[in-house]
C-alpha cells in the first residue's frame, strides 16, 4: 500500500480521474446481517411489523441507496448502474436477517461501494422498522463477497489471495 490514490502530492482529498480506464462489465456483491432477538425474527417473517412489510421496504431502501452512492460517500464517482438486486432471507443461526446485494455496470470504475451501501442502508432500514420491537438489534458483518472488473480482476472473500488484498485495489487506480 504504498500509493493512496485519493490524495494529491500534497496529501489533500481528490477524485480518482477515470477517464483513461477502459469500460468493462464490473460487478460486485456485499453483505450485511441485522442481528436481533429470535421473536423479532418471528414478527417479520409473519409481516405484523406495525409499520409494515420490513423487508419490502429495506429490499427499495437498499436499491434507491446504491443509486445515491456518489451523494453520499464523498469521492465516489455518479454511475450509470444496469442493475442493483437486494435480497433479504431469515437465518434462524443468527438469529435475523441476511442481507446480499449486487451491483452491476459497463464502466470504467467499480461498484463495490454501491453494493456496500445498498447493504447497509437496507440493513439499517430493517433496523428503523423494528427498532420499537427490538432496540438491541445489531447490524453487523457489512463487507465486500465479490468484486470483478477492471485490470484487478476479480476478488472473492475467502479465497486464499483476497485476503489483506490492498495491492488489487491500487493497481486499479483506487477507483
Request: charged fraction near 30%; include cysteine; aromatic fraction near 2%.
Given at each position: 500500500?504504498?500509493e493512496?490514490?485519493?490524495l494529491d502530492?500534497r496529501?489533500?482529498?481528490?477524485m480518482?480521474?477515470?477517464?483513461?480506464?477502459?469500460?468493462?462489465?464490473?460487478?460486485?456483491?456485499?453483505e450485511a446481517?441485522?442481528?436481533m432477538?429470535?421473536?423479532t425474527?418471528s414478527?417479520i417473517e409473519d409481516?405484523?411489523v406495525?409499520?409494515g412489510?420490513?423487508i419490502?421496504a429495506?429490499?427499495?431502501?437498499?436499491i434507491?441507496?446504491?443509486?445515491?452512492?456518489h451523494?453520499?460517500?464523498?469521492?465516489c464517482h455518479?454511475l450509470?448502474l444496469t442493475a442493483v438486486?437486494?435480497?433479504?432471507d431469515?437465518d434462524r443461526?443468527?438469529?435475523?436477517?441476511r442481507?446480499?446485494?449486487?451491483?452491476r455496470?459497463r464502466?470504467?470504475?467499480?461498484?463495490?461501494m454501491e453494493?456496500?451501501?445498498?447493504a447497509?442502508?437496507?440493513a439499517l432500514?430493517?433496523y428503523?422498522?423494528?427498532k420499537a420491537i427490538?432496540?438491541?438489534?445489531e447490524v453487523?458483518?457489512?463487507r465486500?463477497?465479490?468484486?470483478s472488473g477492471g485490470?484487478?480482476?476479480?476478488?472473492r472473500?475467502?479465497?486464499?489471495?483476497?485476503?489483506?488484498d490492498?495491492?488489487g485495489?491500487?493497481?486499479e487506480?483506487?477507483a
Amino acid at each position: 500500500m504504498s500509493e493512496l490514490t485519493h490524495l494529491d502530492e500534497r496529501g489533500r482529498a481528490t477524485m480518482v480521474d477515470v477517464g483513461a480506464k477502459d469500460e468493462t462489465e464490473r460487478r460486485a456483491r456485499a453483505e450485511a446481517h441485522v442481528v436481533m432477538a429470535a421473536e423479532t425474527l418471528s414478527v417479520i417473517e409473519d409481516q405484523t411489523v406495525p409499520k409494515g412489510d420490513v423487508i419490502a421496504a429495506a429490499r427499495l431502501a437498499g436499491i434507491m441507496a446504491a443509486k445515491r452512492t456518489h451523494e453520499l460517500i464523498p469521492l465516489c464517482h455518479q454511475l450509470n448502474l444496469t442493475a442493483v438486486t437486494v435480497d433479504i432471507d431469515s437465518d434462524r443461526d443468527l438469529p435475523g436477517l441476511r442481507v446480499t446485494t449486487e451491483a452491476r455496470l459497463r464502466g470504467r470504475t467499480g461498484v463495490e461501494m454501491e453494493a456496500l451501501v445498498a447493504a447497509s442502508v437496507a440493513a439499517l432500514t430493517v433496523y428503523d422498522m423494528c427498532k420499537a420491537i427490538d432496540r438491541g438489534m445489531e447490524v453487523t458483518a457489512v463487507r465486500l463477497l465479490e468484486k470483478s472488473g477492471g485490470r484487478s480482476g476479480t476478488w472473492r472473500r475467502g479465497d486464499a489471495d483476497a485476503e489483506g488484498d490492498v495491492a488489487g485495489d491500487a493497481a486499479e487506480g483506487g477507483a
